[in-house]
């Protein structure tokens, strides 16, 4: 299997929402998102990371199989978002999209990327920590995040929640 990756593009942006849709269904019965009320990354959102931000797409039989979005605040990146398509699950393609987002954000002038995750599913948290990350403690937040935290309040359990950074 040949991976690809590429920027984003605004023609990509409704396979992405379908990405996201799908790749939320692991979570149905986690009781960490009430999949059926979550709605996806807005279209503005996508257009705003694709123009000013970071947007990859990965493509395998010439077909998107994943992305990951996210922006720069200030010196450091925020990857928003990560999703692979469950029919490309276990094959490398998530661990390649975070690579390649942090090479880019380096490359932006990025001195690290964050990200908020969930603490305990494999394939969040314990991912991440294999690819790098590490679990920021709370007297480490950065201004912004203590910000998006307060929003994640209305719709998430935060203690379900981790931020983590990778240098």
Same mark, same amino acid.
């Given at each position: 299997?040949?991976?690809?990756?590429r920027?984003?593009?605004?023609?990509?942006?409704?396979?992405?929402?379908?990405?996201?849709?799908?790749?939320?269904?692991?979570?149905? !019965?986690?009781?960490?998102?009430?999949? !059926?009320?979550?709605?996806?990354?807005?279209?503005?959102?996508? $257009?705003?990371? $694709?123009?000013?931000?970071?947007?990859i &797409?990965?493509?395998?039989?010439?077909? $998107?199989?994943?992305?990951?979005?996210?922006?720069?605040?200030?010196? &450091?990146?925020?990857?928003?978002?990560?999703? &692979?398509? %469950?029919?490309f699950?276990?094959?490398?393609?998530?661990?390649?999209?975070?690579?390649?987002? &942090?090479?880019?954000?380096?490359?932006?002038?990025?001195?690290?990327?964050?990200?908020?995750?969930?603490?305990?599913?494999?394939?969040?948290?314990?991912?991440?920590?294999?690819?790098?990350?590490?679990?920021?403690?709370?007297?480490?937040?950065? %201004?912004?995040?203590?910000?998006?935290?307060?929003?994640?309040?209305?719709?998430?359990?935060?203690?379900?929640?981790?931020?983590?950074?990778?240098?």
């Amino acid at each position: 299997m040949t991976v690809t990756l590429r920027n984003a593009t605004a023609a990509d942006i409704f396979r992405l929402q379908d990405i996201e849709r799908k790749a939320a269904e692991i979570f149905r !019965d986690t009781g960490l998102i009430n999949v !059926d009320a979550m709605s996806v990354m807005p279209l503005h959102d996508h $257009i705003a990371c $694709i123009e000013t931000g970071i947007s990859i &797409v990965a493509e395998t039989d010439a077909r $998107i199989a994943g992305f990951i979005i996210g922006e720069l605040h200030d010196d &450091v990146a925020y990857l928003r978002e990560l999703d &692979v398509d %469950p029919a490309f699950h276990q094959r490398g393609i998530g661990a390649l999209l975070v690579q390649a987002f &942090v090479t880019r954000a380096r490359e932006d002038g990025a001195k690290a990327t964050y990200l908020s995750t969930f603490r305990d599913p494999p394939w969040n948290a314990p991912f991440y920590r294999k690819q790098g990350f590490v679990d920021v403690d709370r007297a480490d937040y950065l %201004p912004w995040m203590s910000e998006l935290e307060a929003a994640q309040a209305a719709f998430l359990n935060l203690s379900t929640r981790v931020f983590m950074r990778r240098d």
